[in-house]
């Protein structure tokens, strides 16, 4: 196992469960999964997962994103973006690598250039 995916499981997991609602901005070193609601933006050094009924109202930004759920705001992915069937995506996406499955919906720009570094939570 590689340092970096060791440091990812080393950071954990933080899971925001159905019936979850936050307001505000999360940071992690390690990864995160969104089945609740959140109201922020969100950057993950590890990857991102927003469930089938994750919904997120902010930026997200993370090594990689798994979406299924809805988003409304700027997605940026190091690696890879992933748009499963039942994601609703509303915003910008700055991705090196996407993936869209028949029935995701997205609208509004995207660049895949490869991305070097996510911008600052500021």
Do not use: C, W
């Not at 995160?32 to 109201?39: E, P, Q, Y």
């Not at 089938?52 to 988003?71: M, P, Q, T």
């Not at 869209?100 to 895949?112: D, H, I, L, P, Y």
């Amino acid at each position: 196992m590689n340092k970096d995916k060791r440091n990812e499981l080393d950071a954990g997991v933080s899971i925001i469960s159905p019936g979850v609602e936050i307001q505000g901005d999360i940071v992690t070193k390690g990864s995160v999964r969104i089945d609740g609601k959140i109201t922020g933006n969100i950057t993950a050094e590890g990857s991102i997962t927003v469930g089938l009924n994750g919904e997120v109202r902010g930026d997200i930004k993370a090594l990689s994103i798994i979406i299924d759920g809805k988003v409304t705001g700027t997605i940026y992915s190091q690696e890879r973006l992933h748009l499963e069937s039942h994601a609703d995506i509303e915003g910008d996406l700055f991705v090196s690598k996407l993936i869209v499955e028949e029935g995701a919906r997205f609208v509004g720009k995207s660049s895949m250039n490869k991305v070097k570094e996510i911008p600052d939570a500021n």
